[in-house]
Every structure is written in structure tokens, then in C-alpha cells.
């Protein structure tokens, strides 16, 4: 193995065992509730996993922009710089996350009108958002410190992080449900209780290991540093509210054709989430490394790197992509007994087996760019492709049905890394001339 590839397996397979564990946080929750007696548990812990997932996908944006920044400053040996920013990213986190939590009734309330919950549903799962939402804090402020952990070419912190998390919330959920009796409010304390661990441990990680010097309030506070820091925040912000928009708009599309093909689309896009856990692994590196040659001005070393997530992910992608065609069917069957939902999901079985070929560019060049700091091209991409997806959804939709969805979401996902690879190629040429 060449040392670029053992520096991006170095990087990108804790980072793997990370992204699989941190859906057990919601599925152990179900699981538990799934036991308490009523299906109105398992529909309101559901319904607040979603509110969270998109209430905290918002603001993935401390984890990408702390990272790219971060691995800069380490390659270029600023120690100091690498330390500001992670107290930087740190206030930041906890301070939004400490606003979310003073904020969390009409956020709920605003939510749950959005969800449209059903009557006995709907205030268990305000009843698990308000004790959850006290974790916010801790969340936003892990999110920081997985940034700052990538950054400094640390990923096996941000492993440890996960799984300490996912341990306590399932030691927590079942001793304050099936020892102390309590219900959804044991579980919604347990999930908080895991949170917290989680940053106090990373916390801990990073002050042991790193021993960060905290900076001067003027250093903290200085305006250039932190229009960067914005600047670079609010790109990846807009861009993922364009992401959301995108997946939003295809449930809800999906939702409008009937419940089965809600449901086999629902299913199918498991097999697009799971690829996205190993491709996302190989992103992180390219954020990482990336950033680091960056900051060293090693720009052999970065053009290596380009070429080695690229031949990765195309390898990666025609893998799993043969693992679909072969046996998407088998797959699903562990998901659902539904034949019905089964019969819909094997007319549309060849996009989740194109979706994976689809999608490996975007996942490879967003690390890369996010690595280099250079956000805004991945903004302007992720507009573009957006636009792409709701042009072709809606001068298919009437002739091709879900067809046309599925079609509209394979452009989507191609057009964004074939942009990002060109837009990054111009920008390569004019920094040369």
C-alpha cells in the first residue's frame, strides 16, 4: 500500500465505524420503546429522531467548517491558530446549542405543526424533544470537537466519541425504562445523558492529548479570523439547506404517489445511506488531508491525494453498485416482510444500483473542498444541481412517475460532483496563471 493510501485508510476507517454506530443512538431508542406497550411510542420517538436530524443537520456546518480550517493550520504547523479555533468552534456550538435549548417550546411547537403528528402521537413526541433537547448543547459542541479531532488528522477521537456515546445511551435508555420504570421520559434522558458523556469524554480527549492553550479574548474575537470563520460557515449552512430542500421535496414527492411507494422509496434510499457511511469516511480523509497538504503547500501531495479518492470512490462505488445488482432484493427483504412495498421496490431496483455511480464524485470533491476551505464552490454546486433536480422532476413527473424522481435524484447527485471537479479546475488555472 502507498503511504497516500495509508494515510487516507488511517483517516477514513475509524471514520467509517463512526458513521455506522451513530444510527444505533436512534435505533436502540426504538428498539426499547418498542417494548413499553403501545405503537404510539415507537411513532413519537420517529417523529422526534426526524426533528432532531433536521434540527442538527443544520448545523453540520461546525464539524465541515472547523475541520477544513483546522487541518490548514496544522500543515501549516500553527499551533497556536489550530488551538483558537477549536475554542472558537467550541463557543460557537455550545452557545447556539444553549439558545436551541432556552428556545425548545416553539421549536417544538413549530415542528410538530410540520410533522403533522397524528393526536395520540403527537405529545409524547413533545414530550422526548423537551427532556432531548437538553443534550443540544452538548451535540453542537461534539460537533465542533469532530471537526477540530478530523482537522488534526485525529479520527480514531472521533470513533471513540461515537461509540462512548451509543454505550451509555443504551446503558442509560434501559436501566431508567425497564429498571426504574419510567417511559418515553427515561429514554429521552438517557439519549441527553449519552450526549453529554460523549462531548465531556471529547472534551477530556482533546485537553489530555492536545493541551490546547486557550487564546487572549482579542485573539478569540480578532474580525479577519472570524469573517473567515463565518464565511466559510455560512456557505456550508446555505448549502445544506439547499440538501435539505432536495430531500425534503423527494419524500414529499414520493408521499404524493401513495404509501407503498413512499415506503419502497424510503427503502430504497437505505441502500444509497449505507453506501454514504463508507463514502463518507473517504470524504472525511480528503477534508483532512486535504487541508493539511493546503496549509504545508504541498501541492503534489494534494494532486496524489485528488487522484487516490477519486480511484477509491469509482472502485468503492462499482462495488457496492454490483452488491445491489445482485442482491438489492435480499437486502431489503431484512428490512421489510411486505411483499407488496417488495413488488414496488424491484421496479425501481436499477437507480439504487445506479445511484452509488451517481454519487461517489460528489462525496470525494466535497471532502476535498471542504479540506481547502474553498465552501463557496461547493455552494455554488449544490444550487446548481438543485436546480437540475427540481427542472427534471418537474418536466418528468407527468410521463415518468416515480421514474422521473428517481431520475431527477441520479442528476442531482452527478451534476454536483461534476461541477465541483470543474468549477475546482477552473479555480486550479487561474491561481497558476
Same mark, same amino acid.
Request: charge should be positive; proline fraction near 2%.
Given at each position: ?277 463508507? =463514502?463518507? $469516511?473517504? #470524504?472525511? *480523509? ?8 493546503? +496549509?504545508? &503547500?504541498?501541492?503534489? !501531495? /494534494? ?7 477519486? =480511484?477509491? $470512490?469509482? #472502485?468503492? *462505488? ?8 445482485? +442482491?438489492? &432484493?435480499?437486502?431489503? !427483504? /431484512? ?7 417488495? =413488488? ?14 451517481? +454519487? ?74
Amino acid at each position: 500500500m502507498s503511504s497516500m493510501r495509508r494515510q487516507i485508510a488511517a483517516i477514513a476507517l475509524p471514520a467509517i465505524i463512526s458513521n455506522i454506530t451513530t444510527p444505533l443512538l436512534a435505533m436502540v431508542d426504538v428498539a426499547i420503546v418498542g417494548h413499553i406497550g403501545s405503537a404510539a411510542y415507537i411513532g413519537a420517538i420517529a417523529i422526534g429522531s426526524s426533528m432532531f436530524n433536521m434540527l442538527y443537520w443544520l448545523f453540520g456546518f461546525l464539524r465541515m467548517g472547523s475541520s477544513g480550517l483546522t487541518a490548514q493550520a496544522y500543515g501549516a504547523s500553527d499551533r497556536q491558530s489550530a488551538d483558537t479555533l477549536l475554542f472558537r468552534a467550541m463557543a460557537v456550538g455550545v452557545t447556539v446549542g444553549a439558545v436551541i435549548m432556552a428556545l425548545g417550546v416553539p421549536v417544538a411547537d413549530i415542528m410538530l405543526r410540520f410533522m403533522d403528528a397524528d393526536s395520540a402521537t403527537q405529545p409524547l413526541a413533545r414530550r422526548y424533544f423537551l427532556i432531548a433537547i437538553s443534550g443540544a448543547p452538548a451535540t453542537l459542541g461534539t460537533f465542533a470537537l469532530s471537526g477540530w479531532f478530523l482537522g488534526m488528522q485525529n479520527s480514531r477521537a472521533t470513533m471513540w466519541m461515537a461509540l462512548v456515546t451509543n454505550v451509555i445511551n443504551i446503558a442509560a435508555s434501559l436501566t431508567l425504562v425497564f429498571g426504574l420504570g419510567m417511559r418515553i421520559e427515561g429514554v429521552a434522558i438517557g439519549s441527553a445523558t449519552a450526549q453529554w458523556s460523549g462531548f465531556i469524554f471529547g472534551l477530556a480527549v482533546a485537553l489530555k492529548k492536545y493541551r490546547p492553550k486557550r487564546p487572549a479574548i482579542g485573539r478569540l474575537l480578532d474580525a479577519a479570523e472570524l469573517r473567515r470563520f463565518f464565511t466559510v460557515n455560512s456557505d456550508i449552512f446555505l448549502r445544506t439547506l439547499c440538501l435539505v430542500a432536495v430531500t425534503v421535496w423527494f419524500t414529499r414527492a414520493g408521499a404524493s404517489q401513495g404509501v407503498d411507494i413512499l415506503a419502497a422509496n424510503a427503502l430504497l434510499l437505505q441502500l444509497f445511506m449505507f453506501f454514504s457511511y463508507f =463514502m463518507d $469516511g473517504f #470524504a472525511f *480523509a480528503g477534508e483532512a488531508l486535504a487541508g493539511k497538504f493546503e +496549509g504545508g &503547500g504541498d501541492r503534489a !501531495s /494534494l494532486s496524489r491525494l485528488i487522484k487516490a479518492l477519486s =480511484m477509491t $470512490g469509482v #472502485a468503492l *462505488a462499482a462495488g457496492f453498485s454490483l452488491i445491489y445488482l445482485g +442482491g438489492a &432484493g435480499a437486502i431489503l !427483504s /431484512l428490512l421489510t416482510d411486505d411483499k407488496q412495498v417488495l =413488488m414496488v421496490c424491484a421496479n425501481y431496483r436499477w437507480w439504487a444500483v445506479a445511484v452509488p455511480l451517481a +454519487g461517489t464524485m460528489a462525496f470525494v470533491w466535497d471532502g476535498i473542498l471542504i479540506g481547502l476551505t474553498r465552501t463557496r464552490i461547493m455552494l455554488v454546486a449544490m444550487a446548481v444541481s438543485a436546480l437540475l433536480f427540481f427542472a427534471v422532476y418537474f418536466s418528468t413527473v407527468k410521463t415518468m412517475g416515480n421514474h422521473g424522481l428517481w431520475l431527477s435524484f441520479i442528476v442531482y447527485l452527478a451534476s454536483r460532483g461534476c461541477c465541483e471537479m470543474m468549477m475546482y479546475g477552473r479555480f486550479t488555472r487561474k491561481r497558476h496563471r
